[in-house]
């Protein structure tokens, strides 16, 4: 087996490596929290027994089109529009069996016929399941024993979870390969996905996906092309492999796993050795960049720091408004979130819920024969199990819809922060000149469950007492009627206390998420005050000879190379 081909020599545990114990203690004594999932990627690699293969690249490239082509069944879900939402692993296995693991840590068992229902945006829209990657084992990949085929989400889509999915997770990639379709070869952006994944992985290949929609003349002149700007763009050859998943193309596939998959198994060990490096080389380096920073700010004097500050961050007026802006989106939205619950439920559900409730009484009317109590009772047993019913569907299918205004305020808030971290972290290089690294921790939105319905007792008093004074045959006609006139009456109730419901439920959630975009930008200005408020030489004399260390550490990897 290819795991065990031990026949090449290169270290397989990170401990092996010059400079990981070291920027793995900068990393955690300096809270360089940005580089934590780096330092994590790096000890499991050693445990790895599988070399990760996994496809990045725009969205609808045809990525899962060339896994299922590869794996040899449509297992993964395709479409027109961006459709990976969550990463995919899948790799060999004794038996065939899927199973997702969630952003809290649990494993779940799913059935591999649904797991379109975890992993494609559609029926997982931004990942509300909370799904952190899902595993696919089949036995049929016995040829690719050794390996992992990942399918990543599409990058550059207007779904920007997407994005942060696939880029989370690619400090784990041994063997990258990018997926460019053939209708818009090599972009910039694909550019700069190369330069992040060198990052990671010195084993890089490009994919020209959909090539069947090129005639051979053009075929020709698209790879000249892609080929040539590889070649000046990058140092390292970047090899290239044409793939189609239409018919007619299998020549095709059957080249790449010739020269790329089974070469990338036959050299197995060294292929893991060298991604391993790579992410070692990635880590000291960063590690060191932010050192430098720390320095530099720890030996500037204290009569420059207000100025500095002020340079950087603003006044604390202008800071105040940023934070303010925050609140004011949340609060706009969760101001409208009553008028757009009541207009998704009681507008458009009101009339045919009405209507389908009538029709059913109807029908149930003959059956209730008895005194004036039997006939309140049935009445009511029947309406609170109808409508309880009938909201509960409501509720559960209206859910991603109430949950709108949640996703707006989500969206301005992640955007709010993001651009004021890329002004600090541009001024932040301008002054200093290294990067700003700030924590980039995500903020954790949980869209609020469909609240359990219940309908409140109709009617109020116990009319049992007095049912038999009353004779039915008489007043069966007024009482039907009062029946009808009751079961709009608890329409309208039922449907205005769902939509409080879920009016709180929402609402509580911007509030906790405005809240998480506060505590953000706090952390955001923190961290710069931290850097910037205070000479400290006993800082600057602690973080010297760890930056040395680095430095020589870098060094020596450029010697050797
Ligand atoms: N003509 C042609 N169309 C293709 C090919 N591969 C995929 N497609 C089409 O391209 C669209 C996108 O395919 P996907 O495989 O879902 O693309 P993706 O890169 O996984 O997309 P995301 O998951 O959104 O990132 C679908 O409509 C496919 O039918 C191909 O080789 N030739
Ligand atoms: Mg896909």
Same mark, same amino acid.
């Given at each position: 087996?290819? =795991? ?11 401990? =092996? ?18 580089? @934590? ?51 995919? @692993? ?215 720091? =207000? ?156 009319? @049992? ?45 911007? =509030? ?50």
């Amino acid at each position: 087996m290819n =795991e065990a081909n031990t026949s090449e020599s290169g270290p397989a545990v990170a401990s =092996e490596l010059a400079g990981f114990q070291l920027a793995a203690d900068v990393t955690e004594r300096f809270e360089l929290a940005d580089l @934590e999932p780096l330092v994590r990627a790096i000890r499991t690699q050693g445990e790895k027994r599988e070399l990760s293969l996994a496809v990045f690249g725009r969205f609808n490239t045809g990525k899962s089109s060339f896994l299922n082509r590869v794996i040899g069944r449509a297992l993964l879900p395709v479409g027109a529009v961006p459709v990976t939402s969550v990463v995919t @692993e899948i790799s060999y296995g004794g038996a065939e069996r899927a199973e997702a693991v969630m952003l809290d840590g649990r494993v779940r068992a799913i059935p591999l016929h649904a797991i379109g229902s975890h992993i494609a945006e559609g029926e997982n829209p931004r990942n509300e399941k909370g799904v952190d990657v899902v595993r696919v084992f089949l036995p049929s990949l016995e040829r690719f024993r050794g390996l992992r085929l990942v399918d990543t989400p599409g990058l550059e889509s207007l779904f920007r979870h997407n994005t942060d999915a696939s880029l989370a997770w690619s400090p784990n990639v041994d063997l990258a390969l990018v997926a460019v379709g053939a209708d818009s070869p090599l972009t910039e952006q694909d550019r700069e996905l190369i330069e992040r994944l060198a990052q990671f992985t010195p084993n890089i290949a490009v994919l020209l996906t959909k090539v069947d929609m090129l005639d051979s003349d053009d075929r020709r002149e698209v790879l000249d092309y892609v080929d040539g700007r590889l070649r000046s763009e990058f140092a390292t050859p970047i090899p290239l492999f044409c793939f189609s998943a239409r018919s007619g193309f299998e020549e095709l596939q059957a080249r790449f796993e010739r020269d790329h998959v089974q070469a990338a198994l036959a050299a197995f060990q060294s292929r893991r050795a060298a991604a391993l490096e790579r992410k070692v080389e990635t880590l000291v380096r960063e590690a060191s960049d932010y050192l430098r920073l720390a320095l530099k700010s720890a030996e500037t004097a204290d009569a420059e720091r =207000e100025d500095l500050r002020e340079r950087v961050l603003g006044s604390a007026q202008a800071l105040a408004d940023r934070k303010l802006q925050l609140r004011l989106i949340a609060r706009h939205s969760a101001g409208g979130t009553r008028a757009w619950v009541e207009q998704h439920l009681e507008s458009a559900a009101r009339k045919p819920l009405e209507k389908r409730l009538e029709a059913g009484l109807e029908e149930e009317l003959p059956r209730w024969r008895g005194s004036l109590g039997k006939e309140l009772e049935a009445f009511e047993r029947w309406l609170r199990a109808k409508l309880a019913g009938e909201l509960t569907v409501l509720s559960a299918a209206g859910q991603n819809q109430f949950c709108q205004p949640l996703r707006d305020v989500e969206r301005q808030c992640r955007a709010n922060l993001q651009s004021f971290r890329d002004e600090l972290s541009e001024k932040v290089e301008r002054l200093f000149g290294v990067p700003l690294r700030t924590t980039e921790s995500e903020m954790e939105v949980r869209p609020p469950e469909s609240p359990d319905v219940s309908v409140g007792k109709i009617f109020d008093r116990n009319w @049992e007492l007095i049912s038999w004074v009353i004779p039915m045959a008489i007043f069966r006609g007024v009482v039907h009627t009062r029946f009808r006139e009751k079961t709009a009456a608890e329409i309208q109730k039922n449907l205005s206390r769902l939509t409080t419901q879920w009016e709180e439920r929402v609402t509580g959630a911007i =509030e906790s998420t405005a809240k998480q975009a506060g505590q953000r930008f706090d952390d955001l200005t923190r961290t710069v005050e931290r850097l910037l408020l205070s000479e400290d030489r006993e800082r600057a004399a602690e973080i010297r000879p760890l930056l040395e260390q680095l430095e020589a550490v870098l060094a020596g990897r450029e010697g050797q190379a």
